[in-house]
C-alpha cells in the first residue's frame, strides 16, 4: 500500500473510532502503537494523526502521543440551541415546500427505525445513522440543506455528543416515538406544536444523561464545571402534551 493510502486509511479508520466513541474524549495514545497497529511506517501515519488534529478530533501531547480532544459544553449547548432554531424553521416550511411524496419518506425512514430496533443485530451506530438520515430528509425537502450541513461541520462536539447518547443510555424508543409525534403534526399541520416538541426532542440527550455528566462522564468535557447550569436550563423545559398521549 502506497504512503498516501496508508494515511487515507489510518485517518478514516481513527476518525470512525473517534466519533463512534470507541476512542473516547480525552484517551491518549502512542504514536508507535499506532504503527503497529495499522503494521506502517511512523511517515503515513504522522501525516494522519495531523489531518486529525486539523479536524480537531486528535491534539498532540507532547513526548506522549495524541489525545482525542475533550468536548466543550458550551459549544454542544449552542449547537443544539442553533440547530432548535433551524430545523423550526425546516419543519414550518415543509408542507409549503415539499413534494406529495416527502411524508412518505420520513415515514420511511422511521420504520427502518423501527426494524432496526426490533433486530438482535442492533448497532448504535446504525441507529444513529436512520436518526440523523431523518431530520436530513425534511431539510433537503424544503431545500435547505446547508442548514445540515452547517449542524455536520460540528462533528468535534455534537456528532460525539449525540453518540455518546445513544452509547450511555440506550433510551432508543423514546427517539422514535418522539420522531413519529413530529411526522404526526407535520401531517396533520398542527405547526403551532412543532417548537415545542422539537425543542424538548434536541435537547433530550442532555436531559436523558442528566445523572452521569458531571459524574461518570464528567472527564469527557473541558469544562465540566459548568454543565450543571446547561442543565438547568435544559431541565426548565417541560414535556409537551402531545408526547404524553
Not at 102 to 115: D, F, K, P, T, Y
Not at 209 to 230: E, K
Request: aromatic fraction near 12%.
Amino acid at each position: 500500500m502506497r504512503a498516501k493510502d496508508t494515511a487515507n486509511h489510518v485517518y478514516a479508520s481513527l476518525r470512525k473510532e473517534i466519533l463512534g466513541l470507541d476512542i473516547v474524549p480525552g484517551q491518549l495514545m502512542r504514536e508507535q502503537d499506532i504503527c503497529e497497529r495499522f503494521e506502517a511506517s511512523r511517515t503515513p501515519v504522522h501525516v494522519a494523526l495531523e489531518r486529525l488534529c486539523d479536524t480537531g478530533l486528535l491534539e498532540f501531547v507532547p513526548y506522549k502521543g495524541v489525545r482525542a480532544t475533550l468536548l466543550k459544553f458550551s459549544h454542544i449547548y449552542q449547537i443544539i440551541l442553533m440547530r432548535t432554531v433551524l430545523e423550526t424553521k425546516v419543519l414550518n416550511d415543509f408542507d409549503r415546500k415539499a413534494d406529495p411524496f416527502a411524508l412518505e419518506r420520513c415515514h420511511h425512514s422511521l420504520r427502518n427505525q423501527g426494524i432496526l430496533l426490533a433486530s438482535d443485530q442492533f448497532e448504535p451506530a446504525a441507529f444513529y445513522a436512520l436518526d440523523s438520515q431523518l431530520h436530513q430528509t425534511w431539510f433537503d425537502e424544503v431545500g435547505f440543506p446547508l442548514f445540515w450541513d452547517a449542524i455536520q461541520d460540528s462533528e468535534v462536539y455534537y456528532t460525539r455528543f449525540r453518540m455518546l447518547d445513544i452509547v450511555e443510555m440506550h433510551n432508543f424508543k423514546e427517539i422514535v416515538q418522539e420522531h413519529a409525534v413530529l411526522l404526526s403534526l407535520l401531517e396533520s399541520q398542527q405547526y403551532d406544536h412543532i417548537e415545542g416538541v422539537l425543542t424538548y426532542h434536541l435537547f433530550g440527550g442532555i436531559r436523558r444523561m442528566q445523572y452521569v455528566l458531571q459524574s461518570d462522564l464528567g472527564s469527557y468535557f473541558s469544562d465540566a464545571q459548568n454543565i450543571g447550569s446547561y442543565l438547568d436550563r435544559v431541565l426548565s423545559f417541560e414535556r409537551p402534551d402531545c408526547l404524553s398521549e
